[in-house]
């Protein structure tokens, strides 16, 4: 059984991060099965450099609540895989439009839009068929359900499409002010899938109900926050640093903390939002203290974060 026996937090972070990768990495070894051009470009997209956040996040979770992260790696690949998706489909020029995805080439623009399509598809197949090994049988079923509610049409697609209709002015009738209308965007764009990351950590771990829905709160507010450092890097940041296009909220006049709020208001909803996360993470009883830390720790980074 794998343990927190490291002496801070980064060496931590780092063994997390370097255990996803490892299995990521297997996990695509498709042994001639799978057409040649579409495995590079699914391992180009998936395997690319980035923070492994929210597979981490479920990890750290799941021993937060005394669980074994190792039989927590298939859903935390499935996380991974369903938020690099996401990003392969949202950079397509149809959504978003970006050359750049962490500094490389985006994968329609490494190799051409219909694969990029079908490395979106492919990794969502994929994930699930990672969550399935989950054992019991009745645990991946569950998490399979929750997994499925979080990456769908109400959550995270349903934010795509209703900030793709706020930029286009597509008709749709919402009664929310454009407030409310973006943080609802954020919650699901953003927000939904590092929510479910801490909830399926809590949930292989057999954490009780109420552990869970803190641990959702957590998740919740650190969506949120990392969303609003998102928006302010866009308006902030350097583009070398944060390794794509900046100021696409303003180009598009699409609905952003620094563009709906301004650049300080935005910088103090993030730390209250922040502090909404740290205190869920402080009542969840544990005697994995470096888990705890991590956390906090990760949240309390998003106010500095430069990508």
């Not at 909830?199 to 552990?211: N, S």
Request: glycine share 8%; with cysteine.
């Amino acid at each position: 059984m794998m343990s927190s026996t490291f002496s801070d937090d980064n060496s931590y972070l780092d063994q997390l991060r370097c255990e996803v990768d490892t299995a990521l990495d297997a996990a695509t070894m498709f042994e001639g099965r799978c057409p040649t051009r579409l495995e590079e470009a699914i391992r180009y997209s998936l395997l690319s450099p980035g923070k492994r956040l929210r597979p981490v996040l479920l990890l750290i979770a799941n021993e937060l609540c005394g669980g074994n992260r190792t039989d927590a790696l298939p859903a935390a690949c499935a996380v991974e895989m369903i938020h690099a998706y996401s990003l392969v489909h949202d950079d397509l020029p149809a959504m978003d439009d970006d050359d750049l995805r962490r500094g490389r080439l985006t994968c329609h623009k490494k190799f051409d839009e219909a694969t990029a399509i079908l490395v979106g598809d492919a990794l969502l197949a994929l994930a699930f068929e990672m969550i399935g090994r989950l054992t019991p049988s009745d645990l991946a079923g569950r998490c399979c359900g929750v997994l499925a509610e979080a990456a769908g049409p109400c959550w995270l697609v349903g934010g795509q499409m209703d900030d793709i209709a706020t930029e286009k002015g597509f008709g749709f009738s919402r009664t929310e002010t454009p407030r409310e209308l973006m943080e609802l965007i954020h919650r699901r764009k953003t927000g939904a899938m590092i929510d479910v990351s801490l909830r399926l950590g809590g949930m292989i771990a057999g954490a009780p109900l109420e552990h869970i829905q803190l641990l959702s709160e957590f998740g919740r507010n650190f969506g949120l926050a990392f969303q609003i450092t998102d928006d302010l890097l866009d308006s902030l940041g350097d583009e070398e640093a944060v390794g794509k296009r900046l100021h696409k909220d303003a180009i598009k006049k699409k609905l952003s903390y620094p563009t709906l709020l301004g650049i300080d208001a935005s910088k103090r909803e993030a730390e209250v939002t922040v502090d909404k996360a740290c205190a869920a993470i402080g009542r969840i009883p544990s005697e994995n203290r470096l888990a705890s830390e991590t956390l906090i720790a990760q949240a309390r980074h998003l106010l500095v974060r430069r990508k």
